[in-house]
C-alpha cells in the first residue's frame, strides 16, 4: 500500500480540546488488508474450518514513522492469538502473518531517563468488541519492567441469546468487510467457555489470587474507558447467568491517566494515537488490533514517566456501585 493512500485514509476527525501548544501530527493508518482487497467486496475468506486463502491476504508493509524510524508490519494470525494456527511450518504463511506477541517500543527519544517504578507488575491490557454481546475478547500482557507484552489472550466469542441469522448478520457487518468473518466462525465459543480458559491463562501466568479473594495478583487491567468493565462484561456475565468474576472489579482507565498526566482531555484511542503521534496499525474496531495500539500508547506514556494506578472500583458488598479513584476524569 502506497504511504499516500494510507494517508488519504487518515479516519479522524473528533479532536479533543489542547492545553498544550502541540502540533497536530501526521497521522496515518495500515490496515489489516491491502486497499485492493478493499476495492473487491466479494473478496471473502471461506468460513470453513481451514485458514483463509493466502491470496486474498496482504503482504507486509514496510514504511517510516514520523521520528524516522523503519517499520515493518503485517497482519496478526488470528488462529495463532487464539492458539489454532496449524501452519506455522508454511513458510509463505509465516511470511505473511504477524506470528509474535511483542511490540516495537514506542520510542519518545529519551530511552527510560524518566521511567518510574510502577505499582504494579503486569498490566493486562483490555478492548472487547460487540455492542449487543460481546463478540472479542482480547487481553495483552503488559511486563512493566521489559515494557513489553509477553503473552496475548484472544478470543472471538459466541452470542448466547441470538439467533444464527442474527448472528451472521452481526458478524458480516462487523467483521466480513475486513474480511474476518471466516475465522470468527471457524473459533468463536460461548462466553462462559471464554472466562474458564481466560482463568486457567491467568492462573498460568501466576496472576490470580484463586484461592483468596479471586482478585488479580500483582497485575491490574488496563482500558481505554469505563465501558468494557464497568458495564459490557456485567452486562455479558447475566446474559451468560454467571456470576461477576471479582478480578474485574477494578481498573485503569488509560484516558483518565492521559488526562491527569499530560493535562489533556483525549477522547478516545485514536485521538491519544495522534497526540503522541503514534501509527494506528491493524484494523481499528479489531478488537485484537485495538489491544495492541492501546498498549502501545500506555508503553509511550510509560516511557513518558507516567504512573499507572486503578481509577475505578466496584464498592465491596454493593457491586453495582463504581467508586472512581481520580478527581479529575474523562
Ligand atoms: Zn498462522
Redesign the pocket.
Known amino acids: 500500500m502506497a504511504l499516500s493512500m494510507a494517508l488519504s485514509r487518515a479516519p479522524l476527525s473528533r479532536w479533543s480540546f489542547r492545553l498544550s501548544p502541540l502540533k497536530p501530527a501526521p497521522f496515518f493508518t495500515f490496515s489489516r488488508y491491502s486497499s485492493s482487497i478493499q476495492l473487491q467486496p466479494n473478496c471473502k475468506i471461506s468460513s470453513s474450518a481451514s485458514?483463509p486463502t493466502e491470496e486474498s491476504m496482504a503482504s507486509p508493509l514496510q514504511f517510516e514513522a514520523p521520528n524516522g524510524k523503519k517499520l515493518n508490519w503485517k497482519p496478526l494470525?488470528l488462529?495463532?492469538t487464539q492458539g489454532k494456527?496449524?501452519?506455522?511450518d508454511?513458510p509463505v504463511?509465516?511470511d505473511r502473518?504477524n506470528?509474535s506477541c511483542s511490540l516495537e517500543l514506542e520510542s519518545n527519544g529519551l530511552g527510560l531517563k524518566n521511567f518510574r517504578a510502577q505499582k504494579f507488575d503486569y498490566f493486562l491490557v483490555l478492548d472487547l468488541e460487540g455492542k449487543v454481546e460481546i463478540l472479542e475478547f482480547p487481553v495483552l500482557l503488559f511486563d512493566a519492567k521489559t515494557m513489553n507484552v509477553v503473552d496475548l489472550f484472544h478470543r472471538f466469542v459466541m452470542p448466547t441469546k441470538m439467533s444464527d441469522q442474527r448472528i451472521n448478520e452481526y458478524i458480516e457487518g462487523k467483521y466480513g468487510k475486513i474480511g474476518i468473518d471466516g475465522v470468527w466462525h471457524d473459533t468463536a465459543i460461548a462466553f462462559d467457555d471464554v472466562i474458564q480458559q481466560f482463568e486457567a491463562w491467568l492462573a498460568k501466568h501466576h496472576l490470580w489470587r484463586k484461592e483468596q479473594d479471586g482478585l488479580l495478583k500483582d497485575a491490574a487491567f488496563v482500558t481505554c474507558g469505563n465501558w468494557d468493565l464497568k458495564t459490557k462484561v456485567p452486562q455479558q456475565c447475566v446474559v451468560a447467568r454467571m456470576k461477576l468474576p471479582p478480578y474485574f472489579m477494578e481498573w485503569i482507565n488509560l484516558k483518565d491517566i492521559y488526562l491527569n498526566f499530560y493535562k489533556r482531555r483525549a477522547p478516545g484511542m485514536i485521538s491519544m494515537m495522534r497526540e503522541l503521534q503514534i501509527p494506528l496499525l491493524g484494523s481499528h474496531h479489531v478488537g485484537i488490533d485495538d489491544t495492541r495500539n492501546i498498549a502501545r500508547v500506555m508503553q509511550r506514556m510509560l516511557l513518558d514517566g507516567a504512573l499507572l494506578q486503578l481509577t475505578a472500583r466496584r464498592t465491596a458488598g454493593s457491586p453495582n456501585n463504581v467508586q472512581f479513584l481520580f478527581e479529575n476524569r474523562i
Open positions: 485458514l494470525c488462529y495463532y494456527c496449524t501452519k506455522m508454511d504463511h509465516v502473518f506470528h
